[in-house]
T-cell receptor, first 114, second 113 residues
Framework: DGGITQSPKYLFRKEGQNVTLSCEQNLNHDAMYWYRQDPGQGLRLIYYSQIVNDFQKGDIAEGYSVSREKKESFPLTVTSAQKNPTAFYLC?????????????FGPGTRLTVL | SQELEQSPQSLIVQEGKNLTINCTSSKTLYGLYWYKQKYGEGLIFLMMLQKGGEEKSHEKITAKLDEKKQQSSLHITASQPSHAGIYLCGAASYEDSNYQLIWGAGTKLIIKP
């Protein structure tokens, strides 16, 4: 089955700790994205990558970092510099970055800072 | 920056009734996408509209994009409990030739049995 997987589903972190969220896709998509979703708000773009070894900041990149060493993988690190990291994080991918290609989403990771 | 207004914010509908959700932009949209989300889960892609006046249907859900490509509606006929969830619209636009994808805040749909 083709799709996007995210792990873990739930993650708890102590203040001051970095944590990495996993995102893997086997759709052979070039573009991948990380979003943050907070209650009552639309999705906010953190980072995106159009191709391996290249990525760009989105609207709320501060306190986050990513890597794209493989086409199928786009991990997100939430660093201790992120002031309010408790949120639902969604990874997505698309064939390319164009209006003709919709994004497909993983099941999400809920991060809670204790 | 461009915004995507989604209305209503929430909707409670008696099972079997029809309903409509709207998604509006002040600028031209080059792709309009509808998604459904169950609480705590990822977004499920429903439909994509690109051309002015385009209409697509899947089972009991119909989505339309107006001729000016600034407004889309999602219509559910004879609603069922399985239709409950959060519906989000996303749209592709080009700001200074740069591609960007913007999102509505979502419409929470509750179906009363």
């Amino acid at each position: 089955d083709g799709g996007i997987t995210q792990s873990p589903k739930y993650l708890f972190r102590k203040e001051g700790q970095n944590v990495t969220l996993s995102c893997e896709q086997n759709l052979n998509h070039d573009a991948m994205y990380w979003y943050r979703q907070d209650p009552g708000q639309g999705l906010r773009l953190i980072y995106y990558s159009q191709i391996v070894n290249d990525f760009q900041k989105g609207d709320i990149a501060e306190g986050y970092s990513v890597s794209r060493e493989k086409k199928e993988s786009f991990p997100l690190t939430v660093t201790s510099a992120q002031k309010n990291p408790t949120a639902f994080y969604l990874c997505a991918s698309s064939i390319g970055q164009s209006s003709q290609f919709p994004q497909y989403f993983g099941p999400g990771t809920r991060l809670t800072v204790l | 920056s461009q915004e995507l207004e989604q209305s209503p914010q929430s909707l409670i509908v008696q099972e079997g009734k029809n309903l409509t959700i709207n998604c509006t932009s002040s600028k031209t949209l080059y792709g309009l996408y509808w998604y459904k989300q169950k609480y705590g889960e990822g977004l499920i892609f429903l439909m994509m509209l690109q051309k002015g006046g385009e209409e697509k249907s899947h089972e009991k859900i119909t989505a339309k994009l107006d001729e000016k490509k600034q407004q889309s509606s999602l219509h559910i006929t004879a609603s069922q409990p399985s239709h409950a969830g959060i519906y989000l619209c996303g749209a592709a636009s080009y700001e200074d030739s740069n591609y960007q994808l913007i999102w509505g805040a979502g419409t929470k749909l509750i179906i009363k049995p």
